[in-house]
């Protein structure tokens, strides 16, 4: 007998899909109205393939493997995206100028109230257009998300935030400085390397734990996670940008300081809903950090994903762009009061139990 087996699941009795059930039209109708929303605004819907040669190229995203079998039975590997973010971007080297993909994304790992092996991931791109703008769509997208659901608030177990306020905007060195009393960009040279030394020096006189065998990027992280982010998006929702260019694998550097980049995360009620970039589209770099990036993983996890050659010779094709993925599901969890992600899903993945 398998050490794993699948837990018998209940979402298909009459019963339990009639609790579920008003989540799920609520589901619809913000769906139908972010598609209009993107059809006023001349964006193209496009439709990515599942299957890639590679799922992504982050240290801590996990991806499910499968193979081709070919006619002389040979297997190729290939893997369920994490995102369409490769296939967008060779459709905006192909010419596309702007486009949005309601995606069916993968993630190994990773199951919770706000995490489900298969989700949708929403993306949409903007050629020739900054990441600035992607923060006024994130605004607009929260206040009819909420309109469709007939909510005055998003909402998300006791928390709330009026979605009809523009989202704060806050730098993550200014996030680190409020919520830890860290200065984070003196932990950050000129040239955007890191120092460890400088910021377990700053984490222990904060009073934050501090392993003897932490990289500069996991200590980076327990701060975000432990003291940040608990107190983004209450009241209003929080547009978290400019992080450290080391925290960046696949955005350019911001042009007025090269240790920070152009990413934004935007929160509502402590959940993270999106993550955006000025797109990197020099080639070179990005081969250099998707290395660094499966260093990384070789180390922690034993494992690495191959590079997905054909996106990068399309990178260096690719026009200046910028680029946004939002949790769809965690969207309509708030929008509709929602306390966990499976209430909002048509039909959720079963789960393993030993």
């Known amino acids: 007998m398998s050490a794993t087996s699948l837990k018998p699941s ?6 339990v899909h009639a609790d579920r059930r008003p989540f799920l039209m609520a589901r619809n109708r913000i769906q139908a109205a972010l598609r209009g929303w993107f059809a006023a605004r001349d964006f193209i819907e496009v439709d990515t393939a599942t299957l890639q040669v590679s799922p992504g190229n982050e240290a801590h995203l996990h991806a499910f493997e499968t193979a081709a079998i070919g006619h002389a ?40 109230p706000l995490h489900h092996p298969e989700f949708t991931m929403l993306e949409w791109y903007r050629a020739g257009e900054t990441y600035d703008v992607l923060m006024a ?13 007939g909510a005055s608030q998003l909402t998300y177990r006791g928390a709330t935030c009026d979605p009809a306020l523009s989202p704060e905007r806050l730098t993550v060195a200014d996030a680190f400085t409020r919520h830890a009393g860290i200065d984070l960009l003196a932990t950050i040279r000129p040239d955007g390397s890191t120092d460890r030394a400088a910021l377990a020096t700053a984490m222990r006189t904060a009073g934050l734990r501090v392993a003897e065998d932490d990289t500069w990027a996991d200590l980076f992280s327990r701060v975000l996670v432990e003291k940040v982010e608990p107190g983004l998006g209450f009241g209003r929702a929080t547009i978290l940008c400019e992080y450290p260019t080391a925290e960046a694998a696949l955005a350019r550097p911001a042009p007025h300081d090269p240790r920070v980049a152009e990413r934004f995360e935007l929160y509502a009620c402590g959940v993270e809903l999106a993550n955006a970039f000025g797109e990197l589209t020099d080639a070179a770099e990005q081969r250099r950090r998707f290395e660094m990036e499966m260093a990384e993983k070789a180390r922690v996890y034993g494992e690495t994903y191959p590079l997905d050659e054909d996106f990068l010779a399309a990178l260096a094709m690719m026009p200046e762009a910028s680029g946004i993925a939002l949790g769809f599901d965690r969207l309509v969890m708030l929008a ?19």
């Open 10 to 15: 209940p979402w298909w009795t009459p019963d």
């Open 73 to 112: 039975g040979t297997k190729t590997p290939l893997y369920l995206h994490t995102s369409p973010e490769f296939a967008c971007k060779k459709l905006l080297a192909a010419g596309e100028r702007r486009i949005a993909c309601f995606a069916h994304v993968y993630r190994n790992r990773e199951r919770g």
């Open 336 to 354: 509709t009061g929602a306390s966990r992600i499976d209430q909002v899903l048509w039909a959720p993945v079963a789960e393993t139990q030993p």
């Open 137 to 149: 769509d994130c605004g607009e997208m929260l206040a009819l998300a909420a309109e469709v659901a």
